[in-house]
Structure formats: structure tokens, C-alpha cells
Nanobody, 116 residues
């Protein structure tokens, strides 16, 4: 059974920073490309950034490029999302999952709220 557990969400002022973590279990983590997604109220879930199994290939949505950084620690089966210079439009529930479809069962997500 695949389990994904996100953490690190919080309420933060605009311009602030947060780091989200996602621990995966039940998969051979180092061979799986991972990604962060987010879903804002009333909107569809969107891809934020992704990272290959070995960490050598990383990509970002245009809306977060230069502000967010995806990384991973395969010894801990954990993927991270460092978010800097947060904006109110970054407010959403953030999820991790594998980069390539089909997705695993979704975790509970991490709520990020950015106040203006």
C-alpha cells in the first residue's frame, strides 16, 4: 500500500517562506519521479514542480519558477518543496504524488495560506 504524508503547511505573510515535506512509503522511492501539486479553492489541481528519481531533472510551473525549489532525499524517501517569496495566489492545499500518471492514492495534503 502506497502512503504519502505531507507536512509543513502553515499561515504565512506575503513574502515569507515555507518548506513542505512529503514522506512516501510502500514504493521503491529512488526509482520514482515525484511531483508537487496544489489545489486552490474552486480550481483544478495543478502541477507545481517535479523531480526525477535521481534528482537530476527538475521542472517547475511558470507561476513558481524562481521562487520554489523541489528536492529529494532518497535515503529518507522524502521529497521537499521550498517556497520563497510567497504570494496570496499561492494559497492552496499542496500534495505530493508521482510525476507520471496514474497517480497513487492522494494524501491529506498540506494547507498553505498566504496573507496579504
Amino acid at each position: 500500500q502506497v502512503l504519502l504524508a505531507e507536512s509543513g503547511g502553515a499561515l504565512v505573510a506575503a513574502g515569507g517562506s515555507l518548506r513542505l515535506s512529503c514522506v512516501a512509503s510502500g514504493i521503491n522511492f529512488r526509482f520514482v519521479g515525484m511531483a508537487w501539486y496544489r489545489q486552490a479553492p474552486g480550481k483544478q489541481r495543478e502541477l507545481v514542480g517535479s523531480i526525477s528519481g535521481g534528482g537530476g531533472t527538475i521542472g517547475y510551473a511558470d507561476s513558481v519558477k524562481g521562487r520554489f525549489t523541489v528536492s529529494r532525499d532518497n535515503t529518507k524517501s522524502t521529497v521537499y518543496l521550498q517556497m520563497n517569496n510567497l504570494k496570496p495566489e499561492d494559497t492552496a492545499v499542496y500534495y505530493c504524488n508521482r510525476r507520471d500518471p496514474p497517480p497513487y492514492s492522494w494524501g491529506q495534503g498540506a494547507q498553505v495560506t498566504v496573507s496579504s
